[in-house]
């Protein structure tokens, strides 16, 4: 990837007029390096974590996001990183009443594969939406893409509208993954 646009891996080179590079390539865990060991972290600077998404050495330090290196190597999605938040709220609470821990991502998705959910704004009519294989662009997406920011925004407000919105859309999309657009290797 430069400037001009990208070589593939077959060699086909795709080239573009402007370039935006919205993919990271090294987490932001340098402040975190004075206070942890370097065993915590891998080669490429990302937090090591176990399947309880705990921090490699300290089992009451858990982790979650973009930071992590989990052994799901799952994409650095939106999603993904809640689905996350989620089991380490779980796991929290469980470690604090001396209950077992749930695995990642098992103990939240019920299955070995978080779903692959993402929805992107390409521009104010016009937008991104993909579940698993299915994607659906254009004007439709975008629209989808406000709705879940709203809702997102109100729910954190407590708002009871967003907060219902996120448990039936949890639950639905969980649903939707297992029996109507399976994740990949499910």
Same mark, same amino acid.
């Not at 858990?62 to 290196?69: P, R, T, Y």
């Not at 997102?152 to 407590?158: G, I, W």
């Given at each position: ?35 942890? !060991? ?10 090591? &974590? %176990?399947? =309880? +998404?705990? $921090? ?14 989990? !052994? ?10 809640? &689905? %996350?938040? =989620? +089991?380490? $709220? ?97």
């Amino acid at each position: 990837i430069d400037s001009k646009g990208c070589t593939l891996t077959s060699g086909r080179r795709l080239n573009a007029d402007l370039v935006y590079r919205c993919m990271g390539f090294k987490p932001c865990t340098d402040w975190l390096r004075s206070s942890l !060991s370097a065993q915590n972290f891998d080669s490429r600077g990302f937090l090591r &974590v %176990n399947d =309880h +998404l705990q $921090v490699f050495d300290l089992p009451k330090v858990f982790a979650m996001g973009d930071c992590i290196a989990h !052994s799901s190597n799952e994409l650095k999605l939106g999603h993904t990183a809640e &689905v %996350n938040a =989620h +089991l380490v $709220v779980a796991n929290v609470n469980r470690l604090e009443k001396g209950q077992p821990l749930l695995d990642y991502p098992q103990g939240v998705v019920h299955a070995r594969r978080t779903p692959l959910i993402y929805c992107i704004s390409l521009g104010k009519y016009n937008g991104s939406l993909g579940f698993n294989y299915l994607v659906l662009n254009g004007p439709l997406a975008a629209v989808i893409k406000w709705m879940l920011e709203w809702t997102k925004v109100v729910a954190c407000r407590e708002w009871p509208i967003g907060i219902l919105f996120w448990k039936f859309a949890d639950f639905a999309s969980l649903l939707i993954a297992r029996m109507l657009i399976k994740t990949p290797d499910a």
